[in-house]
Structure formats: structure tokens, C-alpha cells
């Protein structure tokens, strides 16, 4: 069974830090593209931040330079640090695998930013 748990939401304060991790298991995610996507209420979920199996990151316009998204492929782990963080980057976030015709979500993270 493929399970996708993330960890390490909560509430920031304008400009500060928070890391998301997520712990995949059920099967060999090496081969996949791991990512971070976010719902923000009364919006459509979007990408932020991914990583192929090579190591290659593609981000949101609006997080790059502030975020960081990471894999240790071995673990079958993906992270995504976050810094300087917005009041709009309040979100839940997903973390996602994918190849060819598998796709899997986890079940979201809240992340708030507000003072």
C-alpha cells in the first residue's frame, strides 16, 4: 500500500522558517518525480516546487529564492524548506509522486503565516 505522510506544518510568523517533510513508502520511489503542491481556501491547487530522479527542481515563480525542495532517494524522502514566508503562502500542502501512470498524493500539511 503507497503512503505518502507529511509532517512538520504549523504556524509562522511573517519572515520566518518552517521545514515540510514526507515520508513515502509502499514502493520503490527512486524513478519518480517528487513535489510540493499547495491549496490555499477558495483556490485551486497548485505546484511550488519539484525534483526529478536526477536531482533537477522547478519552482512556483512566486517561492523561488525562498524555498528549497530536497530528496534523499534512498529514504524515500522529500523536504521543502521554506523560508522568509509570505501571509499568501498559507496553504495546506500536498506531497506528490508521480511517474507515467501513477500519481499519489499525501494528506496535506497546514501551513499558516500570520503574526
Known amino acids: 500500500q503507497v503512503q505518502l505522510v507529511e509532517s512538520g506544518g504549523g504556524l509562522v510568523q511573517p519572515g520566518g522558517s518552517l521545514r515540510l517533510s514526507c515520508a513515502a513508502s509502499?514502493?520503490?520511489?527512486?524513478?519518480?518525480?517528487m513535489g510540493w503542491y499547495r491549496q490555499a481556501p477558495g483556490e485551486q491547487r497548485e505546484s511550488v516546487a519539484t525534483?526529478?530522479?536526477?536531482?533537477?527542481?522547478n519552482y512556483a515563480d512566486s517561492v523561488k529564492g525562498r524555498f528549497t525542495i530536497s530528496r534523499d532517494s534512498a529514504k524515500n524522502t522529500v523536504s521543502l524548506q521554506m523560508n522568509s514566508l509570505k501571509p499568501e503562502d498559507t496553504a495546506v500542502y500536498y506531497c506528490?509522486?508521480?511517474?507515467?501512470?501513477?500519481?499519489?498524493w499525501g494528506q496535506g500539511t497546514q501551513v499558516t503565516v500570520s503574526s
Open positions: 506528490n509522486a508521480r511517474v507515467v501512470y501513477y500519481n499519489y
Open positions: 509502499g514502493r520503490n520511489f527512486r524513478s519518480y518525480v
Open positions: 525534483i526529478t530522479s536526477s536531482g533537477s527542481t
